[in-house]
């Protein structure tokens, strides 16, 4: 694994522009950026990267099989009370799962290092999916990159033909998210798109305007019935909203199901350690109420249940803590991970997100930074395979 500084292409924001990626600069700051990319042997690709994934991955599922039938797990997961049984039917009806992205440490000399796992929302999905495999395309058509490169990316190919395993009969499915939040609205876009392609009918719904009708059944905007909804929005917000209460009885099938809520989480984290301590793949952690936690020391990541983009974690390392960003996620339960600070190439710090589809391993994107916690800020790097 190396980071090769590349010239960027002269036309890439119109590129980017023309195929309604947007958000490639946030705040004026540069995000998509292919002033360098990261090139992988295959050997690190498949046992690095894509083999633990697949191994996490059903590490998990078992998780959530324990977790259903445990009202000690659900309370140490903080799912609300009054929603366990609708989290725990979602499993046992087998509702079916999009993606999910696992974000590792991974250098290309020792074994990746779970982080943490993004269950539930799809951030960075459409660049690692069709930006970064365009500018493949380009930099081998340019002699750039040789012939033979590859890319770890069947994220779009899989995406459509999951879409079509969850619904065979095709049909009309309802896409929501703020429609006002370019990145959310865009990205929905392309889950849109990819729904189209494997042959459905997707209708895109504001996730103000969804409504209830007398029956208790979920409606749009224009009083259709939503039977089956993708919904941009977090689990851990949407089992405690005005959306809550109805979900047991609306008949809906909700993209990711809610069983992802006990993935999008990261009281899963100490759960995993207890259950697979020592795995190469995990970091020892902790829920911080288990006196367990003060094996770790005085150097450890001290992480809310809930947080995204890096808001409210806590660096310490021999006692002294970092700067904190505060996203408002501060409240509630916490775990302590092993602390593990991400490789380091060129003077910034990298971390891979290896995405699953379905069951599957379905590619990797980068996120670069100077500091040790990826934000929203992050940069997001293209990568290749060499030959």
């Not at 459905?200 to 504001?206: D, M």
């Not at 979920?218 to 949407?238: C, R, S, T």
């Not at 995993?272 to 190469?280: F, K, T, V």
Request: net charge negative; aromatic share 12%; glycine share 8%.
């Amino acid at each position: 694994m190396q980071r090769i500084k590349l010239s960027p292409r002269p036309d890439w924001q119109a590129k980017a522009e023309a195929v309604g990626f947007t958000w490639h600069h946030d705040s004026g700051q540069i995000y998509w950026d292919e002033a360098a990319a990261y090139e992988f042997s295959l050997a690190e690709i498949e046992d690095g990267i894509e083999a633990p994934t697949a191994e996490l991955h059903a590490m998990c599922l078992d998780l959530v099989d324990e977790a259903v039938k445990s009202e000690r797990l659900m309370t140490q997961l903080d799912i609300p009370e009054a929603m366990r049984d609708y989290v725990a039917e979602s499993w046992k009806r087998n509702d079916p799962s999009l993606y999910g992205r696992f974000d590792f440490a991974y250098d290309g000399t020792g074994p990746a290092k779970l982080y943490e796992y993004n269950a539930d929302t799809p951030t960075s999905v459409y660049e690692t999916a069709v930006f970064q495999w365009l500018w493949l395309e380009d930099q081998i058509a340019a002699g750039v990159l040789p012939q033979g490169a590859d890319q770890f990316n069947s994220l779009h190919e899989k995406l459509v033909e999951r879409f079509g395993a969850i619904f065979p009969e095709g049909g009309f499915v309802h896409f929501s998210s703020d429609p006002d939040f370019v990145e959310d609205r865009q990205t929905v876009r392309f889950l849109e798109d990819c729904a189209k392609q494997a042959g459905l009918e997707p209708q895109f719904v504001a996730i103000g305007d969804i409504g209830l009708n007398a029956d208790g059944r979920f409606v749009d905007h224009e009083n259709f019935l939503i039977g089956a909804m993708f919904k941009l929005y977090p689990w851990e917000q949407m089992l405690r909203d005005d959306y809550a209460k109805p979900l047991p009885d609306a008949e809906v099938t909700v993209l990711e199901p809610a069983w992802k809520s006990i993935l999008s989480n990261k009281g899963m984290l100490p759960l995993l350690w207890e259950r697979h301590a020592g795995h190469p793949n995990l970091l020892e952690t902790y829920f911080e109420s288990d006196p367990a936690h003060t094996t770790l020391g005085t150097s450890y990541v001290r992480k809310p249940l809930f947080s995204r983009e890096g808001a409210n974690v806590e660096l310490v390392k021999d006692g002294r803590k970092s700067s904190v960003l505060d996203g408002g996620y501060g409240d509630g339960a916490w775990i302590r991970q092993a602390l593990h600070a991400p490789p380091k190439f060129d003077n910034r710090y990298v971390i891979v997100g290896s995405w699953v589809v379905g069951n599957e391993p379905a590619g990797i994107g980068l996120r670069e930074d100077r500091g040790r916690i990826t934000r929203n800020t992050s940069r997001f790097l293209p990568h290749y395979i060499r030959d």
